[in-house]
């Protein structure tokens, strides 16, 4: 009996193991210098009900946290935070509208579509690869972070590789 509950906890710890390792905007950039990596943005507010949903559901899975650990330097970006960032030479900043207000990094990397949450990928040399507003449960997203994290968006159309997914191409768990 006793061992059952140690297998058990030591199967829960392991699979808890893989948690997103979040940067902020400026270490993802430092690394990305070093060690070229796809950077994936996670553009949320602190008010997102939905936001908050794709933490504690989709982020959560274990796979899906190894995969973009390993794929991508992962980013957790306010839409709403006050301190400015740079992109390229760029300096982008918060601007007050109304009682909210939105950071212009968000503006520019949702393409001026401000919808929470909305996912963003960036390519090595931080260009703008796509951002996808919404919910994404994690089947459906394994299959996003796959398409971007092996340069398939770039060779094959999504409704082919959708039509060709296996999750054991991509994962092991």
């Known amino acids: 009996y006793l061992s059952g509950i140690v297998f058990f906890l030591a199967t829960v710890s392991l699979q808890a193991q893989n948690k997103i390792k979040w940067n902020t905007?400026?270490?993802a950039i430092e690394k990305?210098?070093?060690?070229?990596?796809?950077?994936?943005v996670d553009i949320y507010t602190d008010w997102c009900g939905w936001c908050k949903k794709l933490?504690?559901?989709t982020f959560a899975e274990n796979y899906i946290a190894k995969y973009i650990?390993?794929?991508?330097?992962?980013?957790?970006?306010?839409?709403?935070?006050?301190?400015?960032v740079n992109l390229k030479g760029t300096e982008y900043k918060f601007v007050n509208n109304g009682r909210r207000g939105y950071h212009e990094l968000a503006a520019y990397l949702m393409q001026g579509r401000l919808s929470y949450p909305t996912v963003v990928f960036l390519d090595e040399d931080l260009n703008l690869i796509q951002a996808i507003p919404g919910f994404q449960e994690s089947d459906n997203f394994e299959m996003i972070i796959a398409y971007f994290g092996t340069n398939s968006n770039k060779?094959?159309?999504?409704?082919?590789?959708?039509?060709?997914?296996?999750h054991q191409a991509y994962f092991s768990e």
Do not use: C, G
């Not at 060690?35 to 994936?40: G, L, M, T």
């Not at 650990?69 to 400015?84: D, H, R």
């Not at 060779?155 to 296996?166: A, D, H, K, N």
């Open 25 to 27: 905007w400026d270490e």
């Open 32 to 40: 990305s210098k070093k060690v070229k990596k796809k950077i994936f």
């Open 55 to 57: 933490d504690n559901t």
């Open 69 to 84: 650990n390993e794929n991508y330097y992962p980013v957790k970006f306010n839409a709403e935070m006050k301190e400015s």
């Open 155 to 166: 060779t094959t159309p999504w409704s082919r590789f959708i039509s060709q997914y296996t």
